[in-house]
């Protein structure tokens, strides 16, 4: 079968394509306009897996640019990752989310459509959660949806197309909610990492907390800030479920499963069922790392809940999926070791 994966030049997608492409016998077309995304990550798809990864330069919201792709090529499924995803920059630039995480992925469904795509797997996130109510954590798919930000808006909307196209066409999707993903891959090796040739998390300005916290670490900024100690949960700063980008990877592995074998559409959530504070995480990156870089207490960042769990009964009910590093110091030491070898 042929996927195409939208986006797959970042972090979360060539993961994932690396896992399908390990994991499958799927062909792969990757595009990406590579505005985030990352030609080096391309390369070690590639590299690794020859003529099964066809790259095209293109944005995926270009209707042209689709017609052309999808008439040369028979597209079986698509694993859509290509967005926008900075919580804090949604709410300055709501528009430019709505653009690009809304209407570029109508024109997308637009082609879909036409071209009888049967499969479609969508990065959702937590986020459409906004700020769940403490009673019902770990968040369940059936909790309301009350994004807090315009990112989170984003994507629940993207559901909502989603659920509506499934009801009058052939097309099923599986849209995949996200937790905070980090980490990097458990295949790369010291060998692999000290020629340059590792697959992690590579970001242009990087906001996410353990990327930043890592980067402390290395070197690469002076220190950090807290955003908010006085929200109300055990230490006061914010709680987040951390999942291993490896088990997020596997999770799209067993969407597709899913819809091969069971020809319906589902929401599931991606995490580990429990979480950890900002605190906790910046003192095992210290741990981790050996190096006690400064930590300023800031205020609160616009769009930010207090806490988001993970439910993830269902997903393992519905699918073979089982987590396998589930343990923030492998999360950590993974993306530590990936961070040191961008230095090199
Ligand atoms: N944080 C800091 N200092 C920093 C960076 C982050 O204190 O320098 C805090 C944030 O305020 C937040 C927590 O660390 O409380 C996690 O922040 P991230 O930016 O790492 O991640 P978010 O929780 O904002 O968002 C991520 C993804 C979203 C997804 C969400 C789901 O980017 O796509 O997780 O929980 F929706």
Redesign the pocket.
């Known amino acids: 079968m042929t996927l195409l994966c939208t986006g797959a030049a970042g972090y979360i997608g060539s993961h994932t394509a690396l896992t399908l492409l390990e994991q499958t016998d799927a062909r792969l077309i990757i595009i990406d306009d590579l505005r985030t995304g990352f030609m080096e990550n391309i390369a070690l798809l590639q590299r690794g897996f020859g003529d099964r990864v066809e790259f095209v330069e293109m944005d995926f919201g270009d209707r042209n640019a689709l017609e052309t792709l999808f008439s040369r090529v028979q597209i079986d499924g698509v694993v859509h990752f290509g967005a926008s ?3 804090g920059e949604s709410v300055q630039k709501p528009l430019s989310y709505y653009h690009n995480n809304v209407a570029n992925v109508i024109a997308l469904l637009e082609a879909c459509a036409r071209f009888g795509v049967k499969y479609f797997i969508f990065s959702s ?3 459409v959660y906004g700020e769940p109510d403490s009673a019902l954590i770990p968040v369940r798919e059936d909790a309301p949806l009350a994004p807090i930000n315009p ?2 808006t984003s994507k629940m909307m993207v559901e909502l197309i989603l659920q509506d196209i499934a009801r009058i066409s052939p097309l099923r999707y599986v849209a995949l909610r ?3 993903v980090a980490g990097a891959s458990m295949k790369n090796t010291p060998e692999l990492l000290s020629r340059g040739l590792g697959l992690g998390q590579r970001s242009k300005n990087a ?4 990327k ?1 916290a890592l980067e402390c670490a290395v070197g690469k900024r002076n220190g ?5 100690e006085d929200y109300d949960t055990s230490d006061g ?2 709680i ?2 951390y999942i291993h980008i490896d088990d997020l990877a596997a999770a799209h592995v067993s969407a597709l499963d899913f819809l091969r074998e069971n020809g319906e559409s589902a929401v599931f959530n991606v995490g580990y069922n429990h979480g950890y504070s ?1 605190k906790e995480v910046i003192q095992v990156v210290k741990e981790i790392s050996g190096v006690d870089f400064p930590v300023a207490m800031a205020a609160r ?1 616009a769009g ?1 809940p207090a806490m ?1 769990i993970a439910s993830n009964q269902k997903l393992k009910r519905h699918t073979n999926w089982q987590p396998k590093f589930d343990d923030l110091r492998t999360i950590v030491r993974s993306a530590y070791e990936f961070e040191c070898s961008l230095r090199s």
């Open positions: 995803l900075i919580v996130t937590a986020a990112y989170g996200y937790f905070n906001t996410h907390l353990i930043v950090m800030s807290i955003f908010g700063t914010c987040r479920d900002v960042r930010d988001l």
